[in-house]
């Protein structure tokens, strides 16, 4: 894919309004003392369960019966991971403390991952494609049509899930991984909207400068604004991947077998599976671990621009 | 290139409407398949009995009948109401604390984004990890409890504790997100002003009651109408800790609905409540929209 000659004008980046604000440097007073004080102990209260998780799934459910104060995992040992993984036999598995239900973990997380890339990818290729109509095309009825759209962000969640279930069962495609993705995977109104906002400020001339050349209008969209609007589309894709990730409620309407379940339903299966013995713990906060660590993978690679991004993609 | 410069920009050739309805066909047909026509849907069906095996039957208002002389119904919205009530209070103060003391003692934005990292989990690990730290037997935060001299407190298995508990796991997913959005909010204010205000001897307390808090208010005010939003919908961490337990003391409305049409195909009904909830969605929108003025700023 080669980028025209003509496009040299630099890709606007909107960089969220920072004026430099920078912090009053004082002396360390007692407020200031104090001030830290309480940061530390957020950091602690947000961290805190991280470690936990760690820590209870590399114990064993007998070692955190004996003692469950213990900072350190309790003999330390994989089992609750091979558990969580479907790795032990089922003997093995209720001898440690675990249900000895078959979970099929990567099944789960594959299906995480087709369902999470299908709506991402898919609804921000459509958004984008709606976006560039409204923010740089003429034609009639434009403002009526995106003012129905940016309507459409007033309706609640909760509100078309019951609705859309049953259109769902109509088409056929309950306990389907295309029945999860399908009501997310053409647009949110969000996603337009945000889109737009970006198109609308790239300057005429770089677009008429291809169009100069001989460009159709479809052309400039695909290699010229779509690819100088990668960095709203990457923000946006992040998010939106961590949403679908996270999403439950959904998911649980519509999957009813292994074939469409996605890590969050079978982790909470994984959770009501509970051994006569009591809770597998072990096993479920290596369950966690695994659900959770994508997301952290996410995290730590574009950190940075997530944690700007929320700020900038502002009130979603 | 100097006429270039002066003349007012050239308007692409009227008429991109071919064109222009290619580009959004997708969305368009998203919208209303999966938005506009569930939405009229739902309304439809909260008039019908609907089992989903046989056609929906028009039944007019006995669903809004039977939801007011419903007494789950009312103590479930009653419940979502204390649920709403203790995480937005804990939530705002919270993030509102963390945006501040972010934006006051420091600009790391490692600090940001370990603020956020609850952010990452979906609500059913935070549901589930919580419900271990705060187990009664094992839980370290029961250890802890226990350390400190008092009495396990069953969090989640009673009807005292439950709802708050709920309600402050959320929180702990949340606040971070929260914080960020308000954070962003407080970019906005010059830094002219702190500095202003520091020459004139205010102190810090002073200042954020007299330049923080007025000119954060738009923001925090859409803020606070998207958590309220977000919040009356809880459901998944209810779902995997108590399941609406005990003695229905966490049946939150979202969960209730949830029963009605999957635990006992009561589509009809089910619908019928969503659309108690959007009302009451909607009316708080416009109510805390009037209230905080939202649509103004003190900044210039």
């Known amino acids: 894919m080669t980028t025209p000659t003509t496009m040299t004008a630099p890709a606007p980046t909107p960089t969220p309004a920072k004026t430099a604000v920078r912090p009053l440097r004082r002396g360390p007073s007692l407020g200031r003392i104090a001030a830290w004080a309480v940061m530390a102990a957020i950091v602690l209260v947000t961290l805190l369960p991280f470690y936990w998780i760690l820590r209870t799934a590399l114990s064993t459910n007998a070692g955190l019966a004996a003692d469950p104060a213990n900072p350190l995992p309790v003999h330390p040992t994989m089992g609750g991971f091979e558990r969580a993984l479907g790795l032990q036999s089922t003997k093995e598995a ?55 759209f940016l309507a459409g962000l007033m309706v609640p969640a909760i509100f078309t899930l019951l609705p859309n279930f049953v259109l769902i069962k109509q088409l056929g495609l ?8 399908l009501p997310t995977m053409f647009m949110t109104p969000f996603a337009v909207f945000f889109l737009r ?22 052309r400039v969209f695909f290699r010229v604004l779509l690819p100088m609007a990668s960095t709203p589309v990457l923000t946006l894709a ?23 379940r996605v890590l969050t339903v079978a982790l909470a299966i994984f959770r009501a599976q509970t051994p006569q013995t009591g809770v597998d713990w072990s096993g479920l906060m290596a369950a966690t671990l695994i659900a959770a660590l994508p997301m952290l993978v996410l995290f730590g690679c574009f950190a940075r621009r997530i944690v700007s991004s929320v700020g900038f993609t502002g009130i979603k | 290139m100097t006429v270039a410069s002066t003349r007012p920009p050239v308007r692409p050739p ?99 984004g370990i603020v956020l990292t609850p952010y990452l989990m979906s609500n059913v690990v935070a549901g589930i990890v919580w419900l271990w730290i705060l187990d009664t037997q094992l839980g370290i935060g029961n250890e802890i409890v226990a350390g400190l001299g008092f009495d396990r407190i069953p969090f989640l298995a009673d009807e005292t504790w439950a709802i708050p508990t709920i309600a402050l796991i959320n929180v702990w997913r949340h606040v971070g997100y929260t914080a960020l959005l308000l954070f962003a909010g407080l970019q906005a204010i010059p830094n002219d002003m702190y500095e202003a205000a520091k020459v004139d001897g205010a102190s810090e307390g002073r200042m954020f009651w007299r330049i923080t808090m007025p000119l954060l208010r738009p923001v925090l005010a ?26 229905n003391a966490t049946n939150v409305l979202q969960f209730y609905i949830y029963g009605s049409a999957f635990g006992r195909f009561q589509f009809g009904y089910a619908s019928a409540m969503s659309v108690a909830l959007l009302v009451v969605l909607s009316a708080i929108t416009f109510l805390q929209y009037r209230l905080t003025r939202a649509g103004h700023t003190d900044l210039g």
Not at chain 2, 87 to 105: D, E, H, M, S, Y
């Open chain 1, 94 to 148: 209720i001898a440690q403390g675990g249900a000895g239900g078959s979970l099929d973990f990567w099944r789960y997380l594959l299906n995480s991952v087709v369902v999470s890339t299908l709506i991402t990818g898919c609804q921000i290729f459509f958004s984008a494609m709606a976006a560039y109509a409204f923010a740089r095309l003429r034609w009639r009825g434009r403002d009526t049509v995106f003012g129905l």
């Open chain 1, 174 to 181: 309950v306990d389907n991984l295309l029945g999860i993705a």
């Open chain 1, 197 to 218: 906002q970006f198109f609308m400020n790239i300057p005429r001339e770089v677009e008429e400068a291809a169009l100069l050349d001989g460009a159709g209008k479809v």
């Open chain 1, 238 to 260: 992040i998010l939106t991947y961590i949403t679908a990730w996270n999403d439950y409620f959904w998911p649980l309407m519509v999957s009813y077998s292994d074939s469409s």
């Open chain 2, 14 to 112: 009227r008429g991109d409407g071919a064109l222009a309805a290619l580009f959004v066909a997708p969305a368009m047909l998203g919208f209303l398949v999966f938005l506009l026509w569930p939405t009229l849907r739902g309304v439809y069906l909260s008039f019908t009995r609907f089992n989903l095996l046989t056609p929906a039957e028009w039944v007019g208002l006995d669903n809004y009948v039977r939801m007011v002389n419903d007494p789950i119904f009312w103590d479930s919205l009653t419940v979502t109401v204390e649920y709403v009530a203790i995480n937005i209070a804990v939530q705002t103060v919270a993030a509102l604390a963390i945006a501040v003391l972010l934006q006051r003692l420091t600009q790391s934005a490692v600090l940001r």
């Open chain 2, 222 to 247: 859409v803020v606070l109408i998207m958590t309220v939003i977000g919040s009356f919908q809880v459901f998944d961490t209810v779902a995997v800790t108590t399941s609406g337990g005990p003695a």
